[in-house]
């Protein structure tokens, strides 16, 4: 191939330009090599018109298993670096809006004040999820779970108890859970006791006493009442 074509070549390639403060800061940011030159795919896919590129097309581009670059896919979203939302044809597509916020924030910050918070979610809230579920938890799932505090409000303390509760329920997806906290937070549940009120008066709701359990209640409290000791009162 002569210098000529290269050059075609390159051309054809194209370039990529990205703002000089990511490539300076991005550590402050909390990302590490790998997930920065990860980032950076995604941008150029998108870029591109590859809103929405995948982990097995980017990790031929990376030192890295398929995977490996799943993980940092997931841990980008996770950090709130980037997101997933939908296009006018309701297909997903990458958003670097975090990512702009985010260097805003870094720009208007001084460098010895500077905190990075990726997330109001406690670090092992993610962990939890995923050995829930026993599979490592997809970008679009990461984006829900984050969304579930940082646009509902809704306290780790309770997602986690509405984990319990779709597991207690046989029902381990995230549109059952989405639905639980959905329900507690119209009815006003904001607490862990409250929340296993609320979910134990429906389940006896759904699930009636037999009329053997029924008898055998019944037949309990009689004994109740039978031994009941009225020297102490």
């Known amino acids: 191939m002569n210098s000529h074509q290269l050059m075609n070549e390159w051309m054809i390639a194209g370039n990529l330009t990205i703002p000089s403060i990511l490539l300076k800061s991005y550590t402050k940011l909390g990302l590490s090599n790998a997930e920065f030159i990860c980032l950076l795919n995604i941008y150029e896919a998108s870029e591109k018109g590859e809103r929405f590129v995948s982990p097995e097309k980017v990790h031929t581009y990376m030192d890295c298993t398929q995977q490996e670059c799943a993980h940092l896919f997931r841990s980008l979203v996770h950090k709130q670096v980037i997101g997933i939302e939908k296009n006018r044809d309701s297909n997903n597509v990458f958003s670097f809006s975090p990512l702009w916020k985010k260097l805003t924030m870094l720009i208007q910050e001084p460098e010895n004040k500077y905190k990075e918070h990726p997330s109001k979610l406690e670090p092992n809230i993610y962990t939890i999820f995923e050995q829930e579920f026993g599979r490592p938890l997809s970008p679009i799932e990461c984006e829900t779970l984050s969304s579930w ?28 859970i989405d639905r639980i906290l959905f329900d507690w937070k119209k009815n006003g549940i904001q607490t862990i006791e409250a929340a296993k009120q609320h979910s134990q008066r429906f389940r006896t709701h759904q699930n009636p006493p037999t009329k053997t359990e029924e008898k055998q209640q019944k037949q309990q409290k009689r004994k109740t009442m039978a031994f009941y000791n009225w020297l102490e009162e």
């Open 149 to 176: 505090i940082d646009q509902d409000y809704h306290p780790s303390d309770i997602i986690k108890q509405a984990l319990r509760e779709a597991i207690i329920s046989g029902k381990v997806n995230f549109r059952y």
